[in-house]
């Protein structure tokens, strides 16, 4: 199988270094930066969260420009939602009529509402949070997409080495709900490559449950600078927490993503991952664009669409806007 992992940080990096060190797929990178040059130099490194290495020195041929790899069998996204528009407007020279593109990236993805059951015309126009204009859903057509939720926790030692902490969960699935066959074949290559796969009939739903928890654990943490079990430990702030998770929990019966849980449920879940930085305070440590849009801003505007009133969700968006805006780390036109 051709294989390019486009965005090869600390998920993409991880996914594309377990799959280049079986030496049973032609696998390549599309890169920037100093990312790029030690992919080139160096192939893909990963190591555990102690140090060990995993994964050393896998020959990768890296690239900045798609247009030097051809069509793909499959290509895993795996950038940071700001970057996704940069994406697609230079991703199609990756694909042909039957190439796969499955994002690894956190929140509510750009194809998320189309043609959701349930949700009928509401769903017809682009999610301008995530896909301002459409552009993304015109790029990369919903017939190449295969969902994935990614259960990992990685992270960037140095441009082109990733160190994995803990995780190994990828579950995947067609945006419509069957387990097709092409799903069936990429579990496989993944499985194969050592990651705990699931095929889901309800891949939708498995977005907005691991969605559900993101939501403020993310940016809660990058404004406190708090880890999982300091938030944890205070019980206004928690209850703050919660209250966001019942609006979104409210928007998921809305549009078919029902959640079976209280927030406190899921709080005891969480709390299991100890004192944990979450992806958006590592971000902010590093002076990263906060993915603030994917994981916030589009329940805000799917509740909108919906008509559930989100005054939690709201507060907090304002909140880990205007601080990131103070940062710049998210952009002033928002």
Same mark, same amino acid.
């Given at each position: 199988?051709? #294989?390019? #992992? ?19 797929? &032609? +696998?390549?990178?599309?890169? *920037? ?19 060990? $290495? ?6 990768? *041929?890296?690239?900045? %420009? ?6 793909? %069998? ?16 230079? #991703? ?7 190439? #796969? ?6 929140? /509510? ?9 349930? /949700? ?5 126009? !682009? ?8 552009? =993304?859903?015109?790029? =990369?057509?919903?017939?190449? $997409? ?27 699935? &067609? ?5 097709? !066959?092409? +799903?069936?074949?990429?579990?496989? $290559? ?7 796969? @699931? ?16 939501? @403020? ?16 430990? %205070? ?19 809305? =549009? ?5 849980? @209280?927030? &406190? ?17 590592? %971000? ?14 589009? $329940? *805000?505007?799917?509740?909108?669409? +919906?008509?559930?009133?989100? !005054?939690? =969700? ?21």
């Amino acid at each position: 199988m051709k #294989i390019c #992992i486009y965005g090869a940080g600390a998920i993409g990096g991880f996914i594309g270094a377990r799959l280049a060190s079986l030496g049973a797929h &032609e +696998v390549s990178a599309v890169a *920037r930066g100093d990312t790029l040059l030690a992919l080139q130099a160096r192939g893909f490194n990963l190591q555990d969260a102690q140090g060990r $290495v995993l994964v050393d020195a896998t020959p990768v *041929r890296a690239v900045a %420009d798609p247009a030097e790899l051809g069509p793909q %069998d499959l290509v895993v996204v795996a950038v940071k939602g700001p970057a996704m528009g940069a994406v697609a407007a230079n #991703i199609a020279p990756l694909l042909g009529p039957h190439t #796969i593109v499955l994002p690894a990236m956190n929140g /509510v993805p750009w194809w998320f509402l189309q043609g959701l059951p349930g /949700v009928g015309d509401l769903g017809k126009a !682009p999610l301008e949070s995530v896909d301002p204009g459409g552009r =993304i859903a015109a790029a =990369i057509a919903l017939s190449h $997409v295969v969902g994935c939720v990614v259960h990992a926790s990685t992270f960037t030692v140095v441009p082109g080495v990733v160190g994995h902490k803990m995780g190994q969960g990828l579950i995947i699935g &067609e945006a419509f709900g069957e387990v097709s !066959p092409r +799903v069936e074949a990429v579990a496989e $290559v993944l499985r194969s490559a050592g990651f705990d796969v @699931t095929a889901s009939p309800h891949l939708r739903q498995d977005l907005w449950y691991k969605l559900w928890g993101n939501l @403020t654990m993310n940016p809660v943490s990058a404004l406190t600078g708090a880890n999982i079990e300091q938030i944890h430990a %205070d019980p206004l702030l928690l209850g703050f927490c919660s209250a966001a998770m019942r609006e979104a929990q409210a928007i998921g019966e809305r =549009i078919g993503c029902p959640i079976n849980q @209280t927030p &406190e449920d899921r709080h005891q879940v969480t709390a299991k991952l100890g004192a944990f930085k979450t992806s958006m305070l590592q %971000d902010v440590e590093a002076g990263r664009a906060l993915e603030l849009d994917a994981i916030v801003t589009a $329940v *805000r505007e799917i509740g909108l669409r +919906v008509g559930v009133a989100t !005054p939690t =969700i709201d507060g907090l968006l304002g909140l880990s806007r205007v601080f990131a805006r103070q940062r710049g780390l998210y952009p002033l036109a928002n």
